[in-house]
């Protein structure tokens, strides 16, 4: 690097190999070439535009390149950030939890620290609003860094509407969220057509190859998950419910019709917008709801038999894991290793001589924490950097640098102390993560905008990697919630989600105490209890209020969708809020049952979401389907683990059966055995239920 930006005129390969010390030791010339070209790409990935300029044959006794990095080529663009964009975009940085993308977004973070309104850097502890983004499929990674490289890609695919397993050639370009999910757009080699995967589905490892593309002008990331946004309201179905149970349900009827008798089952009819999505919660309720049969092909019938292939499906996998042992020993996912290759390591050590440029004399302690490194790493590579300098390595062409005593100097490298453009990756993760602020329900900052123009031009290319990622809040609770309203009519039964957002934001910002009535999934009740907000935080899809419950007396996580109205009653009281200084989201309640779930690939999430005390691989005995449409055919190459055990604990067993029904064939109960049991009965309770009122009989609701 301090090659190509020492010489203006540049180096040729040549000249590059008899000036850098290790191209020097190359045993042969295809060790050269392979280390040049491996070095080059590694430069131009960390935001190094690596120029080839065409020799002067009149001049030269041979053709061919020269190479250099154009002095100011990667350095970061006239920009200044207010305090306001400073603030979302330290909020942006920070959504990322449990992904590779985590350190990257920080460091970009930190890239634009000079450009950033002093005042934004205060930390007056957690912000009041918080998005997380969590990415549980291990595709994300390598189809990321293949959509930003331009990279064909190769992966086995579990088809959702045929469960058919096929490896799939594409050319991926673009990766988003939608709905709660991470998807993957691009042109599908093998049946010449634009296709969308979603990577919960993606049953192997990724591989890359060498094969590169250029995506279609005028591609949109954003344009295309928008796209797959809700269709219009589609119509309505009936649901028969039992008395008080349902409230989710009951959440997004446009009415309810009591039952007759007062212990009989209610009749509500809810807005369709997404069948799927509807069908889902139905199938989550079990035996306490029942989508009555249609007389001719028609909405409802289509809902009722989406539910009905979901609990059929549950059954048999429920099935199947009856007297399954798990080996707790059988390792299930790869442990996660800290990365440190060559271009991590150059990446951090320009951090390092930028940052102490920035605060000459500032603690080695400081330093590490700053680059989120141990001080025994920033030893290493300071003492790397102490014999690293311009071509001729002369004393006075080396890095000067010095940690006597603890305190931190860095001198002759002016060429590098400069702030530098955001690399793609870096840009990628800062604008996934402020399109996920975004999502915030009633809320639309105006520097949210103002922030992703900005971060698109701190980066290299900024029209591909705006293009290229992209994020969408999963808005069909609200549709559903606004179709129920608008039918309603007059005196709603609660208030819109927005308007509870709004209040509950309110709260936060004056520090008052509210009263809401809240529906406990769990067990599927409604409770009233008395909450003092302190912040919202965001998991994927979904935004959650984590406040201190005076009915607990214990800090409590609350869905904010399942909160039904909410009402001022007062100031909040002060607490310590240590406890919910933490990433991610869970439900603090405490849990009550420990419950062994087994999952197929589509399902692993689970034991991330949940937070799975352990996991482990499992073989589950093939069902007479399975064992059918196996015969004659291939297995798909590099399939991971197919089943995966998870220890969870749950508040109830209740939520675990859910669980299984929601997610029909993906999910089922392994342990403790009479918990398992139960499931089983619960899921052909709810089956026995359908059998009764297809055939006309009371459906057993009571």
Known sequence: MFALLYRERGYTRAELRAAVPDYTAMPSDAAFERAFERDKQELRTLGFPIEE???????????????????????LPELRFTAEEAAVIALAANAWTETTLASTARRALRKLEPVLEPSAGDDDGAPLVQPTITVQEPSFAPLMDAVLKHRQVRFDYLAASTDELSTRRLEPWGVGSRFGSWYVIGWDLDRQAERTFRLSRIVSDVRSTPQTFEPPAGFSMNERLDALQAAPELGSVTVVVTAGRGQMLRRMASSVQPAETGDGPDRLVIPVTEPERVAAEIAAVGPDAVVPPASSPSLQQRVRDSVLRRLEAAAQFQARTRGVEVDWSRTSRKPRRSSNTSADRLARMLEIVRYVYGHQGVELTDVAEHVEASTEQIVEDLTTLFVCGRPGHTPDQLIEASWDDGAVTVTNADEISSPVRLTQPEAAALLVGLQTLRSLPGEHTPAIDSALRKVAEAAGEPATVVDAVGARPDETFLALAAAAQEARGRAPEHEESAAVAATVRSAIDRRQRLRISYIVASRDEVTDREIDP?????????????????????????????????????DAEAHDEARTHRTGVATVSSAETDIVLISDRRARWVADQYRARRTAAVKLPRSGRAAKSARGKTAAPSTPVEFEAAEISFTTEELAFSLVARFGGQLGIAGPEAVAERGRIWVNDALTAYSLAGSGQPAGLD
Not at 53 to 75: C, K, L
């Open 53 to 75: 300029v065409p020799e002067d044959a009149f001049f030269e006794e041979q053709t061919g390149y020269r190479y250099r990095i154009a002095r100011g080529s990667f350095a």
């Open 534 to 570: 302190l912040r919202l935080v965001s998991a994927n899809s979904h935004w959650y209020v984590m406040a201190w419950c005076a009915r607990a007396q214990d800090f409590r996580d609350f869905r904010l969708d399942r909160i039904r109205s909410a009402a001022v009653v007062g």
